[in-house]
């Protein structure tokens, strides 16, 4: 009942930059927490950033490179994503824990925006 669509994903070159988007659509009263994960090809999906209306986390290793934000207005989180190196190749997936009018809290997972750090 709370869909996600993930946008800005693509080729990139090392040290370049790109900024990922999630929009959130739905019935929805509140949006508790957003986050974003990546999986590169043969790994385990791992966390890279969250937001909710007190603060921003990230993994301690995208500290400084990765910038969360949020518009509440428009439902929509954003990855700005800094000085890329191949290591950042990955399927971002943004998942967002949200409640709706029906009274109940959904934890969603949009199907992901491929990253390609590439020269």
């Known amino acids: 009942q709370v869909q996600l669509v993930e946008s800005g994903g693509g080729l990139v070159q090392p040290g370049g930059s790109l900024r990922l988007s999630c929009q959130a659509s739905g019935k929805i009263v509140k949006i508790d927490v957003m986050a974003w994960y990546r999986q590169a090809a043969g790994k385990q999906r791992e966390f890279v950033a969250s937001?909710?209306?007190?603060?921003?986390d990230y993994r301690d290793s995208l500290k400084g490179r990765f910038t969360i934000s949020k518009d509440d207005a428009e439902n929509t989180v954003h990855l700005q994503m800094s000085s890329l190196v191949p290591e950042d190749t990955a399927l971002y997936s943004c998942?967002?824990?949200?409640?709706?009018?029906?009274?109940?809290?959904?934890?969603?997972w949009g199907q992901g925006t491929q990253v390609t750090v590439s020269s």
């Open positions: 998942n967002v824990r949200a409640r709706t009018e029906d009274g109940w809290t959904y934890n969603s």
């Open positions: 937001i909710d209306d007190v603060r921003a």
